[in-house]
């Protein structure tokens, strides 16, 4: 085991802290009060001595070196060279965790180039897991932009020319009849999350197709590192259902199938035979729902719900993750965060993530007191043809028919502005730029610090960036974006813009469902992991203009997420794994859970004969 010599929390059951002290020792202050004087020289540097559980794996030699979970590189200590049987097969010095992280980090920061930044990652990430999640958690906010929004947009317009090492499982029609046995070719037994897209709706970039595995892929790193849960208990997942891009039609390095995209009957067909083998296999599996079309999400979402443990991060996460950004929005402004039926929501974009957020948000309403009426006449949801209207009900979903309103249908942005002066502007559309000049100081002079969300992603695609937002209401305004923006300065003020990033929530979510065995996901789950997450944002974040705590702090705001589901889950029943002894000491047990990127000794799984 290395221990990082630094004052931070490294274990993931108590807090570890270090100082030098004479000679060349350095000594451990452990959460539990013992003292360990740690080697500074020689193999054992910065290691631990104490008993650690060993890992017991079928492969030796060789082989190891070349599986990412269980290789170390350099750091094996020549013990484990001898007993694994691969000694000579690396360098003989030993550089250890911090090492190797230091050296990482440094050929990170030497690349310009954040797509090049996310392939060293990557490459990072299939030799060596441990650290790779080992740089993740250390340097989350400098890493988090690299792996997910906004490079790996452009990673998965590039993922076909760039595939090298596969990762994930892929299943399309030709599979049909077999996916209930192809689930037995993935190698891990204890698979606890699957992230799955179609490909259908990648960011703001449209139909990327087999392309979109970079999203699976990347939404479990964040599970890894943000939300503790280990690399090994996590499987990426692409339903290859085709694709309508021309573009990808007439590439000929795309890995995926060129078809036009199954629609109807056969689509859910193929859904619903992949729902059912994971579910065979991982009877207690998560099911995250990643970008699928606005089209097709809301029908899945509703069909599985209530009958396997699942959610659909773009309508639930993303509603969860505004809503805790309001809430902090609201404490800015002086103003009472359980009144949130007195604002004034206009919402532009009424596809799934849209009408997920302005869903979120009216429960939210609800729970705190007002009733549905009042709640939804608080909303103005538009879309390419205006404001949301019964006059064209009938071509609108049973969701979106919830926010249409009796009188204006059609209104433009700008109209609504004028006509009902909001108090919050969301903007989830995809479209960058929608967002003028003209709309945001129309916007501010109808309310004096107007919380403005440009929610698409990448930063190509957002409704405004930060600078324009500030500017255009001569600071006043309290702005959050889905891809981050650096701080703005303006007449000599520096505001520091949020980042609405989904990873606040679905990390701590999904930590907290699988550790109880939750049956399902439920909308108040959603509400109290938006709560959570809004209470943890502190003054001095306030000061600065955030309404986001730092992502510095993810694992603990995971974590607090994960005890407040554990609770939600017990309180109605849901629960299905930890004893009511666990239960009494909630918080320590979900600690225990929560995975840290360490290194563990090995040793070979051999079968004992007498």
């Not at 230091?102 to 797509?115: D, G, M």
């Not at 452009?154 to 090298?164: D, G, I, P, V, Y």
């Not at 479990?220 to 943000?226: E, H, I, P, T, V």
């Not at 002894?581 to 563990?600: F, G, T």
Request: aromatic residues 8%; charged residues 25%; neutral net charge.
């Amino acid at each position: 085991m290395f221990l990082a010599v630094a004052s931070k929390r490294f274990s993931a059951v108590g807090s570890c802290q270090f100082r030098r002290t004479s000679g060349m020792k350095i000594r451990l202050f452990s959460g539990n009060d013992e003292n360990e004087e740690l080697d500074e020289e020689g193999e054992w540097a910065g290691c631990t001595k104490r008993f650690l559980k060993p890992i017991q794996i079928s492969t030796r030699g060789p082989d190891i070196l070349t599986s990412p979970l269980f290789n170390k590189g350099t750091a094996f200590k020549m013990g484990e060279r001898d007993r694994l049987r691969f000694r000579g097969l690396l360098p003989p010095r030993r550089l250890n965790l911090a090492i190797q992280k230091q050296r990482v980090l440094q050929t990170i920061r030497a690349e310009t180039s954040n797509i090049r930044k996310y392939r060293i990652l990557e490459e990072l990430h299939d030799r060596n897991e441990t650290l790779y999640h080992r740089v993740l958690v250390d340097h989350i906010e400098e890493m988090a932009p690299l792996i997910y929004t906004p490079t790996v947009g452009q990673a998965c317009k590039e993922f076909s020319s760039t595939l090298r090492r596969p990762r994930g499982m892929y299943f399309a029609q030709e599979d049909r009849g077999h996916m209930c046995a192809m689930v037995y070719n993935w190698p891990h037994d204890d698979v606890h999350v699957i992230c799955v897209t179609d490909g259908s709706r990648i960011l703001g970039l449209g139909d990327l197709g087999a392309n979109g595995m970079g999203i699976p892929i990347g939404k479990l790193s964040l599970y890894c590192a943000a939300g503790g849960i280990a690399p090994h208990r996590v499987m990426p997942v692409v339903l290859d259902a085709g694709t309508n891009n021309p573009v990808l039609h007439a590439d000929p390095f795309y890995a995926g199938v060129k078809e036009p995209r199954l629609e109807g009957a056969a689509y859910y067909e193929l859904v619903d035979e992949f729902m059912q083998a994971v579910r065979n296999r991982w009877p207690n599996v998560l099911v995250q729902f990643e970008d699928f079309s606005s089209d097709k999400a809301q029908t899945i979402l509703n069909k599985y719900r209530e009958k396997h443990l699942c959610f659909n991060d773009d309508i639930q996460g993303t509603g969860s993750t505004t809503l805790a950004g309001i809430l902090g929005a609201l404490r800015a402004r002086g103003e009472d965060v359980n009144a949130l039926a007195d604002q004034r929501i206009l919402i532009a974009g009424a596809g799934s993530a849209g009408i997920g957020v302005a869903q979120v948000l009216l429960q939210a309403m609800v729970e705190q007191g007002a009733n549905e009426e009042k709640a939804r006449n608080a909303f103005f949801v538009t879309d390419k043809d205006g404001l949301l209207g019964k006059d064209r009900s009938t071509n609108l979903s049973n969701e979106q028919t919830l926010f249409a309103r009796e009188n204006d249908g059609g209104l433009s942005l700008v109209e609504i502005v004028k006509k009902y002066k909001p108090t919050i502007l969301l903007g989830l559309t995809g479209f960058g730029g929608l967002f003028t000049e003209n709309l945001i100081t129309e916007l501010a002079k109808g309310c004096e610090r107007p919380i403005i969300f440009a929610l698409s992603n990448p930063t190509t695609v957002a409704e405004c960036t930060a600078e324009q937002a500030y500017d255009w209401t001569d600071g006043k305004c309290i702005f959050a974006s889905g891809s981050p923006f650096d701080p703005v300065v303006l007449d000599g003020r520096t505001f520091y813009p949020s980042q609405c990033n989904n990873m606040y929530i679905f990390p701590g979510l999904g930590l907290g469902a699988t550790v109880c065995g939750s049956k399902k996901v439920t909308d108040r789950m959603l509400y109290i992991a938006a709560v959570t997450l809004a209470n943890m944002l502190s003054e001095e974040d306030l000061s600065m203009g955030r309404v986001f705590p730092s992502l510095s702090t993810i694992r603990d705001v995971s974590f607090r997420i994960a005890v407040e589901v554990i609770k939600e889950a017990d309180r109605v029943g849901l629960r299905t794994k930890m004893t009511h002894n666990q239960m009494s000491y909630l918080e320590d047990y979900v600690k225990s859970k929560m995975y840290e990127p360490i290194y563990v000794p090995l040793v070979e799984k051999r079968e004992v004969r007498i």
